[in-house]
């Protein structure tokens, strides 16, 4: 199961309140709403959409869920989502768009250890680049041609993952630890919860659909 989840987090920017209110109007939500569906590297048969009750809509009442922000939202995702303890469930953050390997990511998923796991998709780490390395001062010390993805550990964050991968024996675990507007306070519960928390970077495409490059 996946969660294509547009985070409140996300859209408290007052700076971009306007392309938000176009986004979410009639015609444009319903077109954002399949384009977001479209270009999950997941999958879109099994996805759920969520968008903050703020920017509820009566044409897009069967297309997506809408929740509420406030409180524990978690527990009410899983809920509405009908999650069970026996499926795997991603959290992605609906505003940026992936294209990664799924294969690849599973075969890198399975060299460690993890219970909960923060994915950052960087094309810095795509296959088929060619990267320089430099000096302090500037001067080429060599090139490296990458012909498939790579994957890096990543420090912590302060902003929600790309996708949140929640393995399927602790999701009534995650649920239970509540969880706010923002990831620090969402990750310090889980660590707290004894849960193994990991965070990776994996090449592939990504592009933010608010602020695209």
Known sequence: MQIL????????????EQTHSVLFAFPANQLLLKMVKAYTPFGSSSCRVFVPE?????????EAFFYDPSGDWLSRLSGHAGLSGGSE???SNARILTGLDR?????????????????????HLAGSREQVKITGLDQIVGFRRQYQP????????????????C?????????RTGAG???????????????AFRCIRVGGKRMDLFFPS
């Open 89 to 91: 469930c991603i959290i």
């Open 150 to 165: 790579s994957a890096e550990p990543d420090d912590p964050s302060e902003r929600w993952p790309d996708h949140l991968i």
């Open 54 to 62: 703020r920017w509820r809509s009566p044409d897009l009442i069967h």
């Open 5 to 16: 989840i547009f985070h409140p987090q996300e859209l408290s920017d007052p700076g971009t």
């Open 181 to 195: 507007d923002l990831y620090p306070e969402f990750t310090d519960r889980c660590q707290k919860a004894g849960l």
């Open 167 to 175: 393995k399927p024996h602790i999701w009534h675990r995650l649920s």
């Open 103 to 123: 294969k690849w990511l599973q075969s890198v998923l399975s060299t460690f250890d993890w219970d909960l796991l923060a994915v950052r998709v960087d094309p």
